[in-house]
């Protein structure tokens, strides 16, 4: 019993940060159109410029996390501003391109900065543990569930009553309806972008707490494609869905079967769906009419 607690409570972590992470995918997908393959690697730009801001320059935890979201938000404008902007309207391999283009600019760059070494920085979380139905579960992954939880619905609520949240979903529904309405829709696009970054930041934030600052983080992100297969490249509730199913599967995997095995399964599941149901499980149906 014990293991299976413990085995849940990491499986339900993982699941969080990856659907934070997702989310952010998925709102740059559903207003521009555009698959960000660069996701993993803001969890990697966030989680660093934390880390820059507590270690480095010894600021106190909140305005460190104040100068991460501050950064994290300026890099998603700038990205969107300047080298996504002036792409509408190319073929869509050419901007998937340069978001691969991007994703090995960040990881560059964060390695030339800061090298390949793991860093350490101060718990932000506490890291005593708790008893939990028998088992001793660390307490700083049982915050990371209730954290994560608590951005995604703060998130959900922001798309489902804000103004710029239903503005956001009537440009992802028709982009000229919503123009004639007089929606920007470049500053729609502009503001997916910084949100996807400030949600990774929030997922690598997390991430690098209950593991290291490293380069891992980014190879942590890549498993946000798994997730929005899964959960549906347009569904906000499917990354909810996906994430935690990837990281319970992931970690049920390596408990119960064969830790080399959980590396792999999640890009098992990304081709069964594709092969099963390409739209994902919360995924709408596009059908084209010649």
């Keep these: 019993m014990s293991t299976f607690m413990n085995l849940l409570v990491y499986g339900l972590a993982d699941g969080a940060i990856l659907a934070l992470a997702a989310l952010g995918f998925v709102l740059i997908f559903k207003s521009t159109g555009v698959i960000n393959f660069a996701q993993g690697d803001f969890l990697l730009a966030g989680a660093y410029g934390v880390y820059t801001a507590l270690v480095i320059f010894g600021l106190p935890l909140p305005l460190a996390l104040l100068v991460g979201v501050i950064i994290s938000v300026v890099m998603g404008l700038l990205i969107e501003r300047t080298i996504l902007r002036p792409m509408i309207g190319e073929d869509p391999i050419s901007i998937i391109m340069v978001t691969i283009g991007l994703s090995s600019l960040i990881a560059g760059l964060v390695q030339m900065l800061f090298g390949t070494a793991p860093r350490s920085q101060p718990a932000i979380l506490p890291r005593n543990s708790v008893e939990l139905l028998g088992a001793t579960i660390p307490l700083n992954r049982l915050l990371v569930v209730l954290i994560a939880g608590a951005v995604l619905a703060a998130f959900t609520l922001f798309f489902r009553y804000s103004k710029h949240g239903v503005a956001m979903r009537a440009v992802a529904d028709d982009q000229q309806a919503a123009m004639t309405m007089g929606i920007s829709v470049q500053r729609v696009f502009a503001l997916a972008w910084a949100l996807a970054a400030l949600s ?45 199913t990837i990281g319970l599967l992931k970690q049920f995997v390596a408990g119960y079967l064969d830790p080399g095995l959980a590396t792999v399964i999640p890009y098992i599941v990304l081709v069964l769906i594709l092969l099963v149901r390409p739209y994902g499980l919360f995924g709408e149906t596009r059908i084209e009419r010649v």
């Design 200 to 244: 990774a930041l929030i997922a690598g934030v997390l991430l690098a707490d209950v593991t290291a600052v490293d380069q891992n983080l980014a190879g942590f992100g890549l498993m946000v494609f798994p997730v929005v297969i899964l959960g549906g490249l347009d569904s906000v509730p499917g990354t909810i869905v996906g994430g935690l």
